[in-house]
C-alpha cells in the first residue's frame, strides 16, 4: 500500500520556525520527484516547492523563495521542508506529492500519489 504521511505541523509564532517531513512506503521514493503543495482555508491549492528524485534540483514559489528549504533523504525515504521566517498567510494545510517528473501545478491528476496533509498555523 502506498503511503505518504506528513508531520511536524503546528502553531508557530510570526517570524518562527517548522520542520515538515514527508515518510513514504509502497513505492519506490527514490525514483519520483516530490512536491509540496498547501491550501489555505477559504482558498484554493499553491503549488510551494518540488525536488527532483536524486534532490539535485530544487524549485520554490515566489511567495517563499529564501523563506522554504526543500530536501530529501532517499536513504529514510522522507522529503522535508524546512520552513523559516514564517508567515500568517503561510497558514495552510500542507500535503507532499510524488510525480514521476518535476511538477510546478496544483493540478492533481498530474501527481501519483498524495499524503492527508499536515496543519501549519502562524499566529501570534
Known amino acids: 500500500e502506498v503511503q505518504l504521511v506528513e508531520s511536524g505541523g503546528g502553531l508557530v509564532q510570526p517570524g518562527g520556525s517548522l520542520r515538515l517531513s514527508c515518510a513514504a512506503s509502497g513505492f519506490t521514493f527514490a525514483s519520483y520527484a516530490m512536491s509540496w503543495v498547501r491550501q489555505a482555508p477559504g482558498k484554493g491549492p499553491e503549488w510551494v516547492s518540488a525536488i527532483n528524485s536524486g534532490g539535485g534540483s530544487t524549485t520554490y514559489a515566489d511567495s517563499v523563495k529564501g523563506r522554504f528549504t526543500i530536501s530529501r533523504d532517499n536513504a529514510k525515504n522522507t522529503l522535508y521542508l524546512q520552513m523559516n521566517s514564517l508567515k500568517p498567510e503561510d497558514t495552510a494545510v500542507y500535503y507532499c506529492?510524488?510525480?514521476?517528473?518535476?511538477?510546478?501545478?496544483?493540478?492533481?491528476?498530474?501527481?501519483?500519489?498524495w499524503g492527508q496533509g499536515t496543519q501549519v498555523t502562524v499566529s501570534s
Open positions: 506529492a510524488a510525480s514521476r517528473v518535476v511538477r510546478v501545478t496544483t493540478t492533481p491528476r498530474l501527481y501519483d500519489y
